[in-house]
């Protein structure tokens, strides 16, 4: 099964501060890769698609990147709202598997 | 809006068996594929089940397999996860997640809100 291995476990950062997060695939998956935000005590809410398409209502500050191996998640100007744990998938052969998450505090 | 709320979770012994619901609403149930994802503070997302639109197409993770058989019935805009001989390891919050096409086999466009399964003695 393809492991994805998210980096860092935790960040903490101020309001306003570029946040970036990776993803690595431990065997190429093109752009089959998928992030997700779950906030406290909800479920996860599909951020981006396919590495890097954007999605309608999800706030412009998200951007996706990467192909292959190498993926990351962006969040510029980071709001108090963004607080949250942030997770990537890989759907490009069964099983599909997330990474372990990353959680972003907000300072 | 798109809805999905599960039900059927709960406190169950070892070996014992559960069966989850999840009622669809807000979309066209029928044609889109169906899953089932569990989350646990140590394991973090697995993604469990799948089903395409027509119930042809099934697959699950191999720590479920022969154990949990996942199924649909259209008409009632239900979505279905049969969990037998129920592990300590099995313990988590299940959703079951919309998928955006007809095969079940990409992303996860929306989620329901979860229900607890506690496997215990």
């Known amino acids: 099964e393809v492991v994805l291995t998210q980096s860092p476990d935790f960040q903490s950062v101020t309001p306003k501060e570029k946040v970036t997060i990776t993803c690595r695939a431990s065997?190429?998956?093109?752009?089959?890769l998928h992030w997700y935000q779950q906030k406290p005590d909800q479920s996860p809410k599909l951020l981006i698609k396919?590495?890097?398409q954007s999605l309608s209502g999800v706030p412009s500050r998200f951007s996706g990147s990467g192909s292959g191996t190498d993926f990351a998640l962006t969040i510029n100007s980071l709001e108090a709202e963004d607080a949250a744990t942030y997770y990537c998938?890989?759907?490009?052969?069964?099983?599909?598997?997330f990474g372990q998450g990353t959680k972003v505090e907000i300072k | 809006q798109i809805q999905l709320v599960e039900s059927g979770g709960g406190v169950v012994q070892p070996g014992r068996s559960l069966r989850l619901s999840c009622a669809a609403s807000?979309?066209?149930?029928?044609?889109?594929?169906m899953h089932w994802v569990r989350q646990t503070p140590g394991k973090g997302l697995e993604w469990v089940a799948l089903?395409?639109?027509?119930?042809?197409?099934?697959d699950n993770v191999d720590s479920v397999k022969g154990r949990f058989s996942i199924s649909r019935d259209n008409s009632k805009n239900t979505l279905y996860l049969q969990m037998n001989s129920l592990r300590a390891e099995d313990t988590a919050v299940y959703y079951c997640?919309?998928?955006?096409?007809?095969?079940?086999?990409?992303?996860?466009?929306?989620w329901g809100q979860g229900t607890l399964v506690t496997v215990s003695s």
């Open positions: 089903i395409s639109y027509d119930g042809t197409k099934k």
């Open positions: 807000g979309f066209s149930f029928g044609n889109f594929g």
């Open positions: 396919y590495a890097s």
């Open positions: 997640a919309k998928d955006p096409y007809g095969s079940g086999g990409d992303y996860f466009d929306h």
């Open positions: 998938q890989q759907s490009t052969s069964l099983p599909w598997t």
């Open positions: 065997q190429s998956i093109g752009s089959s």
